[in-house]
């Protein structure tokens, strides 16, 4: 039984070989994926909604697989860079954000200038901060 297993993971590792296989794209197309398929069981009770739904998963499925399996790593590479372009800052922002809900100690305020946060101890009453990065002023109760 064991002799199988090993067989199946070398003949699909020998076929995954020179392919693009699992990246940052391929993952959030499964997220996307999962979410479509998860809207449609929970929300869509129409027929023409339904088979609208059903395209959206086999279109996020056929761009998932065929990513995966492709082998020309150089489109891959580039699109996936392109993903993560536009990706990498909404995770920074989101990260951030729970980051501060988490943080019971400080306020945040946005400079309305240069949109820069700054960080004040919490508790402090009314006060006027001044931007760090562009001098502005900034009026808040912490
Ligand atoms: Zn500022």
Sequence with gaps: MRNVFYRVSCALARFMYGRNGS???NVALLVVYLFIC???ALF???VAAAAFFNILTLL???ALLLRMFSRNLDRRRAENARFL???SPVRRRLNGLRQRSRDRD???FTCKNCKTVCRVPAGK???EITCPKCG???IGRS
Excluded: F, N, P, V
Aim: proline share 0%; hydrophobic share 40%; net charge positive.
């Design 136 to 138: 502005g002023k900034i």
């Design 60 to 62: 996020t499925a056929a």
């Design 106 to 108: 400080h306020k945040y």
């Design 38 to 40: 998860l809207l449609r």
């Design 125 to 127: 009453g009314k006060i």
């Design 23 to 25: 990246d940052q794209l």
């Design 44 to 46: 869509i009770h129409s």
């Design 85 to 87: 372009s536009w990706w």
